[in-house]
């Protein structure tokens, strides 16, 4: 009764924490003390606009017969820059104050401008209808005006609901499938047990966002990660508490006997998450630190509730909820059918579930990490219609991507853009004389190339190289450019300490070094195949067009791939230790592998597939937010789920266990010794 208490009062308190704790958290991406973003800093305290924010880009196209050349037109042009300047206190720079004749398009009548608006917040922010709002009254002589850049290309109506209602809806589709698999008011339990995890995780999380800076995107993980885990391990418990109460033992003796071999699997499980998660906590970005940190909270408190909460509530009322009793071994012949027909064809089933994940991987090679491209972008609407007139006059689409460099004290500011719009790769540069703050000097240089390209992001290493000492490069892409050099730079040797963590820790579990090494295997392949669906869906826009209305990305958030790692590595391993873990306690039982294979499918198949359901449904609700990095995250976190519960887990499991035979249980050296789980 204690236990029973104690977790009450804090789920109670984490409710209130959970009212709350969104004023603590924190929109900040900041990556202090790489250079592309302390000169975006320096950028925004300094001049006020600019840096990581890229411009609207204003598109002049004059009357047919008159060019930019005839007498009075770049009075004409600069007016409307003029009247934008004072009325939204942007910075501005154009043909008309430059001269600069690559200002200008071939045709000579189409002109752009600059226009640096203040930072913005929020998702598609766009700025572009009110910049319309205000120059379109100045324009005189016949002349029309278009506005576009990316943040008008990319802007789309944010449409999501809220994490609580998020949370009600994976809440009710698990607790279906939980009312499928049990068939009895025990389906409530694990909704139950959830109910006290996600909240007492909600106000670990309230204090830890009062020592240190906490990312916003932890609240929707708490919430739908912390709904699926809890689940799941609960699922795993109880489903052997029954096989244990129709083996005749009641009481606390089969919640005993549960917690001897299923409690154990779900203390291995929530350590594998753990480990995956120290590839967020050990990376030098703050708010990637924060956000692992904050998923740790998550299998922390579930194990702990469910290793506590759980085996009390089973033990006094488990068995007068379980009604009516379903026998579980009458519901694993299906499984065990499915087993005996993968063994029977083992090399088409290991070959065909190889070959898919081996597919889905190659399209990992084409991931592009960091800010999507105009071509990506949208393919109608004004914004679209001014890139169009851009590229209609021959003017490069690096416009929409131009860089902007702090010069220090006493260096010349025009000397230094005529050198810049020198380098290859480089459109022009320009260094308006009204452009100084803080003793610095400002350049904004205009590529030709969009820097979210290959061919952009050479030439912002161009730049750098050429800049005096002293000088700064901003940018979004220069940001972007170092937090992939920070987070992917070591990663290879993250990627192996992790893997040795758990082979370590599963070699032990398993009493198999070779088990262990085929689960890290496994695991890692259906990664690859995972990155490479998200590839398809959102870089391609194979699956966010006709599912969401997205085009397209062309690039994924440079965050997204880590954290999907981060976070699938240890979700998806939960069903390897769950179903090689029945297998192992089969063969040294029977000393038979095919038996082994039969037994582990069987009494595991309904058990992963159910989780693995109840997981995904927590996705899809996640993928309900209205941010696109949120809906790419949850969406590699759902597939990465199914394609273990199925093609690998159903499939690759048991054919290569059936492949490799007495191999599997090879124990290595006696060191190698630990319980059965």
Request: aromatic content about 8%; overall charge positive.
């Amino acid at each position: 009764m204690l236990v029973v208490l104690a977790w009450l009062a804090l789920a109670v308190m984490g409710g209130f924490a959970t009212i709350g704790v969104g004023d603590r958290l924190t929109e900040d991406l900041a990556q202090p003390g790489r250079p592309g973003y302390e000169a975006n800093q320096a950028i925004h305290r300094l001049y006020g606009t600019g840096g990581d924010d890229p411009p609207l880009v204003a598109v002049i196209t004059l009357p047919a017969g008159r060019t930019v050349d005839d007498p009075g037109t770049r009075a004409l042009i600069a007016r409307p820059f003029a009247v934008a300047a004072a009325a939204m206190r942007v910075r501005v720079v154009s043909y008309a104050d430059t001269g600069d004749r690559r200002f200008v398009g071939a045709d000579g009548r189409t002109t752009f401008g600059l226009v640096f608006t203040e930072p913005t917040r929020g998702m598609n922010a766009d700025l572009s209808g009110p910049l319309l709002r205000v120059m379109r009254p100045a324009m005189t002589g016949g002349a029309t005006l278009r506005v576009t850049g990316l943040e008008a290309l990319a802007a789309v109506e944010a449409r999501g609901v809220s994490v609580l209602a998020e949370t009600l809806i994976g809440g009710v589709g698990a607790l279906v499938v939980l009312a499928f698999v049990f068939g009895s008011v025990l389906a409530l339990v694990p909704v139950l047990v959830a109910a006290v995890s996600i909240p007492v995780t909600f106000l670990a999380v309230y204090g830890l966002a009062g020592v240190t800076d906490v990312h916003m995107i932890v609240q929707f993980i708490v919430a739908l990660i912390g709904l699926g885990v809890a689940i799941d391990y609960s699922l795993l418990l109880i489903t052997r508490w029954r096989e244990e109460r129709a083996l005749g033992y009641e009481g606390d003796d089969a919640v005993m006997r549960a917690l001897v071999t299923a409690g154990r699997s779900v203390v291995i499980s929530g350590a594998t998450v753990g480990i995956g998660l120290i590839a967020m906590v050990v990376i030098p970005v703050p708010f990637l630190r924060s956000i692992g940190y904050g998923g740790i909270l998550v299998p922390l408190v579930s194990v702990a509730v469910v290793l506590t909460l759980l085996p009390v509530l089973l033990a006094k009322g488990g068995a007068r909820l379980d009604r009516p009793r379903r026998r579980p071994r009458a519901e694993a012949w299906r499984w065990a059918a499915w087993a005996r027909g993968v063994i029977r064809f083992r090399w088409p089933a290991l070959i065909a579930s190889t070959g898919l994940l081996a597919a889905l991987g190659c399209a990992a090679f084409g991931l592009q990490l960091g800010q999507p491209t105009s071509p990506s972008l949208a393919g109608s609407g004004p914004a679209y219609e001014g890139l169009t007139e851009l590229r209609r006059a021959g003017i490069p689409s690096g416009v929409l991507t131009p860089l902007d460099v702090i010069l220090p004290a006493g260096a010349d500011p025009a000397a230094e853009a005529a050198r810049l719009a020198s380098l290859p790769g480089v459109a022009t540069a320009v260094a308006p004389p009204a452009w100084r703050g803080g003793g610095t000097s400002l350049i904004t240089v205009i590529p030709a190339d969009e820097t979210g390209t290959a061919a952009g992001k050479d030439t912002i290493t161009r730049i750098r190289g050429a800049v005096p000492p002293g000088a700064q490069v901003a940018g979004e892409a220069a940001q972007s450019m170092d937090f992939v050099a920070a987070v992917y730079g070591a990663f290879p040797v993250m990627l192996a300490l992790i893997a040795i963590m758990t082979f370590l820790l599963l070699a032990r579990t398993f009493r198999s070094p070779v088990l262990a090494i085929k689960a890290v295997v496994l695991n890692l392949l259906s990664l690859a195949a995972t990155l490479g669906a998200v590839v398809l869906v959102w870089q391609y826009g194979y699956g966010s067009a006709p599912i969401w209305g997205l085009p397209g990305m062309g690039a994924i958030p440079e965050f997204i791939p880590a954290m999907i790692f981060a976070f699938l590595y240890g979700l998806s391993m939960d069903y390897e230790v769950f179903i090689l873990a029945r297998m192992r306690e089969a063969y040294d039982r029977t000393a038979d592998t095919e038996e082994a294979i039969v037994v582990g499918i069987g009494r595991t198949g309904r058990l992963v597939t159910s989780a693995a359901l109840i997981l995904f449904l927590a996705f899809a609700s996640l993928a309900a937010a209205p941010q696109p990095e949120i809906k790419i995250f949850a969406t590699g976190l759902g597939i990465g789920v199914l394609l273990d519960a199925t093609v690998v887990r159903a499939l690759l499991v048991p054919a290569l266990v059936a492949v490799m035979g007495r191999w599997n249980w090879v124990t290595g050296r006696r060191g190698l010794r630990g319980g059965t789980p």
